[in-house]
Structures are given as C-alpha cells and as structure tokens.
C-alpha cells in the first residue's frame, strides 16, 4: 500500500468511527443538541393505581423518548423488582433511556446544616455517575420554612425572602464548585411555594450566584404561574441553562395547590414554539424533561398528549 493509499484508508476508518453508534447505559446513538425526557413523577405518583418503574420505562421508550428523570427514594428498587442498581440501569440500557437529573433540596440558608448537606448532595452526586448522569436540579427552600412546600406559609413571610436568598447564595456557589469538581452541573430551580418564585426573586438569585458554577432549570409551569413571562426570563438566562422542565400552564395560581393550572403541553397558555426558537437561537444542547406534576388523564395518555404536541410543534422549530 503507497502513502496515498493508506491515507485514504485512514479517513475512511475515521468516518466509519465518527458514524459509529456508542453502546453504553442508556445512550445508544450519537449525541443530538435536544434529547427528550420526561419525569417519572407522572406514573410514580398516579393516584388512580401503582404503576411499575417497569412500565413508566416501557411507556417512554414506546413513545420515543431519550431520558428519564428519576430520583431515587427509599426502597425503590426492590418495590419496584430490582435487586441491585446495576439490574435498573442494565434494564434502562436494554431500553436506550438515559437517567437525566436528580432533584437535590434544603434549607440552604441555614449554616448550621451546610454539613449535612454536603453530606447527602456527594451522594446525589455518586448516585448521578453511576447512572452517566451530571445534571443536579437544586429546589429552593419552601416559602416560610415548610417542609412540604406544597402547603407554604404564606403570612409574615415577603419580607425576609430576600435576605435567605442572600444568605444561601454563597452556599450554593459552594455547591456549584463540588458539583464541578465531579464533572457534574447544578441549576437552582424556581418553583411555586418556594422563596424562588417570582421574577424578582429570580434575578436577586441569579445576580447573586456565580454563572460559572450556579445555572439554571427553568420549569415554564411554574415561571408562568409565578407571574413571569416564560419566553422573555428564559432568553435573559438562556447562557445559563443547563436543562428545563417543560409544563404547560393556564389561569392564575392561588396558594398552594398549583395542579389545577397545570395542563399537558399545548393545553395551556405558554408559547413554546417561541421557547424553542430561543434556545434554538442560543445554540442550547442538553436535556428538554417533560414533568408533568398533575393530569386528569392516565400517564400514558398524557405523557402521549404531550409528546403529540412535541413532536407536531417543539421539534420542528429545533430540529
């Protein structure tokens, strides 16, 4: 073989590796700008009927999707009939779904728990490697202090606000450093009933945190609910992006019960073709999880609604 023979040889070996799928947990094609998920909260909390991890699973990848976000509770692999984690992401791998986030939360403006939760945000972390994830979604401390934020005080307690997100702030660059140092990213996540609610409360947190280790996770549920303009908060933040829950919206929220406003995408009154075109516009990659809190329907037929919108609305925009 001459030199040009096996320089040719060679380029054609390196467009064969470059095309090549990659087999590994959960990730069984090349690598896309926008990967579909959606959050396991939907089948997992059903009120009609107990639904398998299992099914939740088959559901998914039935319907095309890449991800799903699961954050693990007490006793879930064996209530759900697996022995080991090793079984669940061998199972997950069998179905080509990616784990995508986990949920971290606490009173992160109290020092006298900085300890502890360093302890358990290092086991989020180890529980994300495993499963080849890096996304860390971090939940603001409830409004008033309540553990279950679904049921937030709401009396005597604007106008401390503020000074908890100035005082969690530096905890959570804190945060964001431990998280880089694994190879992971955290994003705080505004949500209803938590002291980042609002559009003010947002930028106060934004402005405070250090963009290179402390991003985003917009939900456009709860920007929508909260009082924001969904489109015009995730342009202002869109370098800071990491990953974004998708929900659809309607009406005015009333404290605490959010899941009457909440509607399967394209439902409700959020643009999100203009959403698309924003993160278009800002070259976003990562994930796009769908999290569907409440439905009047089953999980499958809403997770299908949502994906029919998806697929005839969303993708074409970023395709």
Known sequence: MNRREFVKQVAMA?????????????????????????G???????????????????????LGLDGIEYTPR??????????????????????????TANYFRGDFYDPEKHGSIISSFYNTLEN????????????????????DINHAATENIESVIPEKIKAMSPFLNQLGKIAAEEGMTIGIHPHLNTIVETPDEID??????????VKMVPDTGHLFL????????????????????????????????????????????IDFPEVMRILKEAQFTGWLNV????????????????????????????S
């Open 74 to 99: 007490p006793n879930d692999l064996t209530k759900y009939g697996f022995n080991t984690r090793e079984n669940l992401r061998d199972f997950l791998a069998e179905k080509n779904i990616s784990v």
């Open 40 to 62: 396991w909260i939907l089948w997992r909390d059903f009120k009609n009927a107990e639904i398998s991890f299992s099914e939740a699973v088959n559901n998914l990848h039935e």
């Open 14 to 38: 390196s467009a064969v590796i470059a095309g090549a799928k990659f087999i590994g947990y959960g990730c069984s094609e090349p690598a896309k700008n926008i990967r579909w998920s959606m």
């Open 226 to 269: 909260g009082g924001g303009n969904v489109a015009e908060i995730i342009k202002k933040y869109q370098d800071r992006i990491c990953y974004l829950h998708l929900k659809d919206a309607s009406g005015v929220f009333k404290r605490p019960n959010f899941g009457p406003n909440v509607r399967e995408l394209g439902k409700g009154e």
């Open 204 to 213: 106060l947190l934004m402005d405070l945190t250090d963009p290179e280790f």
């Open 291 to 318: 999290e569907q809190d409440y439905t009047t329907m089953t999980p499958y037929e809403s997770a299908s609604e949502s994906m029919k919108y998806i697929n005839g609305s969303m993708k074409p925009v970023y």
């Open 128 to 147: 994300l490697k495993f499963y080849n994830a890096k996304n860390v979604i971090l939940e603001p401390p409830g409004r008033g202090g309540w553990v």
